[in-house]
Every structure is written in structure tokens, then in C-alpha cells.
């Protein structure tokens, strides 16, 4: 049974420095992986979606790699702001038939 | 393009009853994915829709149901409500499967008493 954590569950940092969010997940044999954000009480935004034979995928500040041998993606974030205050999940398409969402890594940023 | 939508937003039910909630997706896409999520379980599929046929279901009950119309717009359906049904619940659109970028509405915000 495919199982995804995050670690940390919450994290509180100042303003401009660089931050990685981890996820790991038990079964390797995955199609993708994604990231999303979730502001408070709001749906999902997808940030970043890697393929099973991807390494990394990057979108301005935003960078993630993906393990798929160790089971394990990192989302970096460069330059922190306030503004990425934010629950962060990533989800993992294990087969077709659904994604799997880890416990999610609560982050704020302040000035 | 309009995003994905939902309707309602909020909702205040009491046990034993039933509802109905409803999502718009994206226009052009043909998947939608329907998710409860609660501080205890986190998020959890409940089920994906794509020309009109469920494909997909995760573990809930057979109280929870689903649709999807021609136009791709989708419903979800709780029948005998239970307390530990409140929960937001999202949907999510893409142009063809779960395998694609998941394009989620705002969501639904279901509280039972």
C-alpha cells in the first residue's frame, strides 16, 4: 500500500531564506508526482508536476526533484515571502486510478 | 479560461439527511475527480468521472455517489449524512486523467449537525 509523508508538518522561518519541503513515499513504481498549495480553508493550486523519468522540475523561486529509487521528492523555495505562507502537499498518481496525498507541511513566512 | 467551480461553498445539514454538491470544471476538460478532506484523514479520493462513466473509487461507503453530465459538469451525493461526513470537499478537472496537472475549485465546505 502506497503511503506518502511530508516532513516537517510545520515550519516557521523569516523572510528571504531558502526552504526544502520533503515527501517520501513507500512504493518507487510511480507515474508522477505533484506539488500543490493550499491557502486556509481554499482548494488546491498545482505548483509542479514531474514525471516518473524526470529529475527536477523548476518554476521561478520554485524548484522540485524527484527520487523515484530512495522514494523521495524535495520542493525548494528560494527567497521565501510572506506570501508563500501556505500548506504545501504533493501527491503521487501510484497507479491510474487515484492520487495519494501525504499529510502536508505547514509553512509561514514572516517579515 | 474560467477556473473550476463549485457550488455551494458552504453548507449546514443534520444528520440522517442528504446532499448534493456540484462542480464545473475547467471548460474542455473531461476528467473530474472528487476529494473530502478533514484534519484527521488529510485528503481522500472518493472518485473520477470521465465521459459521463465513473472509472474510478476510492474507499468510501456506497453512500457517497457521483455523476457526471454530457456537458462534463459533475455532482457529488451524500445520502444519510453522518457527523463524521463534515469535511470540505474539492474537485478537481483535467483534460483527460488523474495522470495529468489537477486543476482544483475552492471547494465545498460541508458541516453536519
Known amino acids: 500500500k502506497q503511503e506518502v509523508t511530508q516532513i516537517p508538518a510545520a515550519l516557521s522561518v523569516p523572510e528571504g531564506e531558502n526552504l526544502v519541503l520533503n515527501c517520501s513515499f513507500t512504493?518507487?513504481?510511480?507515474?508522477?508526482l505533484q506539488w500543490f498549495r493550499q491557502d486556509p480553508g481554499k482548494g488546491l493550486t498545482s505548483l509542479l508536476l514531474?514525471?516518473?523519468?524526470?529529475r527536477e522540475q523548476t518554476s521561478g523561486r520554485l524548484n522540485a526533484s524527484l527520487d523515484k529509487s530512495s522514494g523521495r521528492s524535495t520542493l525548494y523555495i528560494a527567497a521565501s515571502q510572506p506570501g508563500d505562507s501556505a500548506t504545501y502537499l504533493c501527491?503521487?498518481?501510484?497507479?491510474?486510478?487515484?492520487?495519494?496525498f501525504g499529510t502536508g507541511t505547514r509553512l509561514q513566512v514572516f517579515p | 479560461k474560467a477556473g473550476v467551480t463549485q457550488t455551494p461553498r458552504y453548507l449546514i445539514k443534520t444528520r440522517g439527511q442528504q446532499v448534493t454538491l456540484s462542480c464545473s470544471p475547467i471548460?474542455?476538460?473531461?476528467?473530474v475527480s472528487w476529494y473530502q478532506q478533514t484534519p484527521g484523514q488529510g485528503l481522500q479520493f472518493l472518485f473520477e468521472?470521465?465521459?459521463?462513466?465513473?472509472?474510478n473509487k476510492g474507499n468510501f461507503p456506497g453512500r457517497f455517489s457521483g455523476r457526471q453530465f454530457s456537458n462534463s459538469r459533475s455532482e457529488m451525493n451524500v445520502s444519510t449524512l453522518e457527523l463524521g461526513d463534515s469535511a470540505l470537499y474539492l474537485c478537481?478537472?483535467?483534460?483527460?486523467?488523474?495522470?495529468?496537472?489537477?486543476?482544483f475549485g475552492p471547494g465545498t465546505r460541508l458541516t453536519v449537525l
Open positions: 478537481a478537472s483535467s483534460p483527460t486523467s488523474l495522470l495529468d496537472t489537477q486543476y
Open positions: 512504493d518507487s513504481a510511480i507515474y508522477n
Open positions: 514531474i514525471q516518473s523519468s524526470q
Open positions: 501527491a503521487v498518481a501510484h497507479n491510474t486510478d487515484k492520487l495519494i
Open positions: 471548460s474542455g476538460h473531461r476528467s
Open positions: 468521472y470521465f465521459s459521463e462513466t465513473q472509472r
